[in-house]
Nanobody
Framework: QVQLVESGGGLVQAGGSLRLSCAAS????????MGWYRQTPGEQRPLVAS???????DYADSVKGRFTISRDTAKNTVYLQMNSLKPEDSGVYYC????????????????WGQGTQVTVSS
């Protein structure tokens, strides 16, 4: 069973930066598309950033130009560099491998990690 361990969250003022990490077991980072999701209370868990095995990246409109997803296949780790943070970026961030259906991405694994809390104060 694949394990995903997120870390790097914290409390930061608006305009600040954080770097999230997602350590995965096995070689999933190298062979699968990976993504970061954000969970806020009472809302769904939208995908905010994705990266394919070929290195192609995509972002939700709300984070374009501010967030950067990357990966280190040797470390089986995916990163999310978050700059110019806004209060609306707050939430619990999760990573997962992705599967594509048509033009949409969906989480591949039904089991999620514990997530990492990001809180941006105004």
């Amino acid at each position: 069973q694949v394990q995903l361990v997120e870390s790097g969250g914290g409390l930061v003022q608006a305009g600040g930066s954080l770097r999230l990490s997602c350590a995965a077991s096995g070689s999933v980072v190298r062979i699968l598309s990976m993504g970061w999701y954000r969970q806020t209370p009472g809302e769904q868990r939208p995908l905010v950033a994705s990266i394919t095995p070929g290195g192609n990246t995509d972002y939700a409109d709300s984070v374009k130009g501010r967030f950067t997803i990357s990966r280190d296949t040797a470390k089986n780790t995916v990163y999310l560099q978050m700059n110019s943070l806004k209060p609306e970026d707050s939430g619990v961030y999760y990573c997962n491998a992705l599967r594509q259906s048509g033009s949409s991405w969906y989480p591949l694994f039904g089991s999620w990690g514990q997530g990492t809390q990001v809180t941006v104060s105004s």
